[in-house]
Structure formats: C-alpha cells, structure tokens
C-alpha cells in the first residue's frame, strides 16, 4: 500500500519489539544455544502458542529473528543485531532502553495530540502525576529513578563513545557533565581521553544512586558534586543531552549554569 500505511505499520513494529523483549525471547534464543520452534520458545516462556508463533514470525519479518525450515517446522534464533542489542546480558544490550521506552515513553506518547494541544508533557494523564517538574516525575521512586538511569545507561554505553570523539576534546582536562545521570557518558569520556578527569553534576539523589549501583570507586577519574547550580571555576563545560526536558527540568537548569559560568571557564 501507500506510504500512509507504512508510517502507522511502524507503531506496530515498535510493539513488536517491546512483547518479544518483555517476553525474553532473545534472552531465551540466546540461552538455548540453538534454533527453536515457536511451540519450544512458547513451553519455555509459559505464553500460548499461537500468540508465539506469530510474534516470532513478525519478529522474522522484521529481521530481528533469523528462520529455518526442520522437518515441516520452523525454527528461530537470533540475529547478530538481536544477540548484541536486545538480548540481556550483551555488553552493548539495550534491553533497559527497549523497556523504558515501553512502559513509560510509548504511554506518554499516546497523548500526543493532548501534548500539542496543551504544550505541556503528559505525565498527568499517562501516570496520574503533576507534570509541572518533569524530573519530579521522572525520579518519582527509587525504582523509577533507577529504571531511567538504566535507560541512559544502556544508551550511552553504545553510543557514548562516537559522541565523545566527535569532536577531538583532548586539550580538556577537567570536564563537567552536567545532569551526568548514570555517569555513562563519564566513563566514555574518560576511556576515550585518558588525560582527562570528569565531574558529574546531578541532583543529591541521583549522584547517591548513581555511586551504589552504576560508578565504582574503581571507575578512576570520575568525580561527582552534589547540586547543579554552584560551579566550581576554571574547569571545561561538557553540557549533554538532556531528553525530555524542552522546558524546565535539567535542560533548562544546566543552560543556566552555562550562562552563570560562561566568564569563568575561558
Ligand atoms: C550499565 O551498563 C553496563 C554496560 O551494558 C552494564 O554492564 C551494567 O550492568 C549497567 N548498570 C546497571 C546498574 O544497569
Ligand atoms: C558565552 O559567552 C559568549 C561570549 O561572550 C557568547 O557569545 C555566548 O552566547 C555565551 N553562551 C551562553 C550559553 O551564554
């Protein structure tokens, strides 16, 4: 059919991918070691059969899934791209990245039209929260605020680097990241300058979650300062991307930090 077609097939793509994510079917392909019928995925994952077989085959379609023909039947496994990407335990896995998107963007998107009628995020009606601070609802728990730091995590671990070399940022020695989160792009940073120290500024919470659970004493040359609104002088400013927040939250925080700091860091 016409291109119309396509652009709202997408929509379904991307459900596509969130089930067999949320289901563990990379995670299953991978464990299994070799091609498995929809029937055997279906016995592993305790789902039904027929809702399986078509999600792998859509999986297939998609080429997320490879396929062969045994005996009348047709086994799956993974891809590269799958096996590297989407299963769990790859080093460069967005599965973090795919669940966030799911459970948490993809409902804020279904009030796009609110969104453009209002001007305003959607959280309200999505989550039943203010939406007025975007960050309050982002970190709205520890768990959710671990959940979002695991998004950007997963983000940065596979794009973090082409972003950090991008431009050659060697003669930087003391770099801030401002909103630095998970302290992925820090440590990309780091590997990818070895000269270099980075500070990480974020709010108090997230600088102690982001310490227990995603930077290690042993990640050396990553620093942390508490708050994003004093500035240490005589130090380079690194301002990342800061989704989400056009308005307020840490986007707007930070453009006020580099305009305060602006004469003292040249
Ligand atoms: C952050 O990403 C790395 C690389 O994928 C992963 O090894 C680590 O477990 C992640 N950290 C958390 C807390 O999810
Ligand atoms: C920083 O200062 C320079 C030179 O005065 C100016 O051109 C630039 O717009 C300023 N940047 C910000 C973010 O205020």
Same mark, same amino acid.
């Given at each position: ?30 464990? /299994?070691?070799?091609?498995? /019928? *929809? *029937? ?16 792998? /085959? ?8 490879? @396929? ?35 459970? @948490? ?35 709205? /728990? ?31 020695? @003391?770099?801030?990241?401002? %909103? ?54 005589? %130090?380079?400013? %690194? ?11 840490? %986007? ?15």
């Amino acid at each position: 059919q016409g291109t119309e077609s396509h652009l709202y097939y997408h929509l379904l793509n991307g459900l596509t991918l969130f089930a067999a994510c949320e289901l563990g079917v990379f995670d299953f392909l991978l464990a /299994s070691e070799r091609p498995m /019928s *929809a *029937a055997q995925v279906a016995a592993g994952l305790g789902t039904d059969v027929d809702g399986m077989e078509r999600l792998l /085959s859509a999986c297939a379609g998609l080429e997320l899934l490879g @396929t062969q023909a045994a005996g009348g039947e047709v086994l799956y496994s993974n891809t590269d791209m799958s096996r590297m990407y989407l299963s769990r335990s790859s080093p460069r896995s967005l599965f973090h990245s795919v669940e966030y998107y799911s459970k @948490t963007v993809y409902l804020c998107w279904n009030y796009l039209t609110d969104a453009v009628r209002e001007g305003k995020n959607q959280y309200e009606k999505a989550f039943g929260l203010p939406s007025e601070d975007l960050f309050e609802a982002l970190y709205r /728990s520890d768990d959710e605020m671990i959940k979002f730091m695991q998004l950007m995590n997963s983000t940065w671990n596979v794009c973090g680097r082409d972003v950090m070399t991008a431009f050659d940022l060697s003669p930087f020695k @003391t770099i801030y990241d401002l %909103g630095g989160c998970s302290g992925a792009l820090a440590k990309q940073c780091v590997r990818a300058y070895p000269q270099s120290s980075v500070t990480i500024f974020d709010l108090p919470k997230v600088v102690s979650t982001c310490r227990e659970h995603f930077v290690s004493p042993t990640d050396e040359r990553i620093f942390f300062h508490e708050g994003i609104t004093s500035f240490p002088p005589n %130090g380079n400013l %690194g301002h990342h991307w800061v989704p989400y927040g056009p308005k307020g939250g840490a %986007g707007a925080a930070s453009s006020a930090s580099v305009k305060r700091c602006n004469g003292t860091t040249n």
